[in-house]
């Protein structure tokens, strides 16, 4: 069951794909520490919101 469904009526785009797979990766390998880059308006929230939906778990 999915706990964390993301409604939205945009898709991810440009590096968003791919940073939402690596991210993504990164927690299910239980890496500590990621960090990603942004600059303002670039979708970094969207795309963590994304991450969140994927890997199905609690972000905090």
Do not use: C, W, Y
């Not at 940073?19 to 993504?24: D, G, K, P, Q, V």
């Amino acid at each position: 069951m999915d706990v964390f469904k993301l409604v939205s009526e945009f898709k991810p785009d440009g590096d968003q794909p791919q940073a939402i797979e690596s991210l993504a990766a990164g927690l299910r390998e239980g890496l500590k520490h990621q960090v990603l880059l942004g600059v303002t308006g670039s979708g970094k929230t969207f795309t963590i919101a994304n991450v969140v939906a994927e890997v199905n778990r609690p972000a905090l």
